[in-house]
């Protein structure tokens, strides 16, 4: 798929929303990408995710046996990457601030791991989920994502495949363009960052 055909995607599922938003990150943009949109419809998440599958597949020659995600945004994507692949999909959660595996997941030593998150702004958040996978014993191959935001400029420390990179513009809280200072920013994302 191009990056315009996920896009369009996103799109038909009303999920490329225009407006003052302050991401997960903490950085505000006038560009939001409700997954959860996305993801309520099986059959389109599979269509993208089989996509990043066919991608992953091509582009990342080490051998992986397990995919490890954030939650609470990557549990889908995780979970439809571990059926297109045919391998177990789990999650990490954040204890204390902080992400572990829980619930029973546990990883062997040195296991080939592929990270699977949905979009990529900052890459903070993949790359706690990098830092937990090794914590738990587990050896981070590499990353894949639905949508690097970033345009490329993430670094992740592993190999990073994303199925779509775009460069949506975003601003830290003192540096707003003028279309946003004085709107009041909303935060739809999961994490609770001022």
């Known amino acids: 798929m191009t990056p315009d055909q996920v896009l369009n995607e996103f799109k038909k599922a009303g999920a490329l929303l225009e407006g003052h938003f302050i991401l997960s990150s903490g950085l505000h943009s006038d560009v939001f990408l409700q997954k959860a949109l996305v993801f309520q419809d099986a059959r389109r998440t599979a269509k993208l995710c089989k996509a990043l599958a066919e991608k992953v597949r091509e582009e990342v020659k080490q051998e992986f046996t397990a995919i490890v995600s954030p939650a609470v945004g990557g549990i889908v994507p995780g979970y439809e990457m571990g059926r297109q692949l045919g391998l177990p999909a789990m999650y990490v959660e954040r204890v204390e601030g902080k992400f572990q595996l829980r619930r029973g997941f546990e990883l062997t030593k040195n296991q080939p791991v592929l990270m699977v998150e949905d979009i990529v702004t900052t890459g903070l958040s993949s790359r706690e989920c990098l830092d ?10 590499a990353a894949a994502c639905l949508i690097d935001r970033s345009g490329g400029k993430a670094k992740l420390g592993v190999k990073f495949v994303p199925l779509a990179s775009v460069k949506f513009p975003a601003w830290e809280a003192g540096k707003l363009p003028e279309h946003l200072k004085g709107t009041k920013g909303v935060k739809p994302g999961s994490r609770g960052l001022a």
Request: a positive charge.
């Open 132 to 141: 937990a996978i090794r914590e738990a014993g587990g050896k981070p191959v």
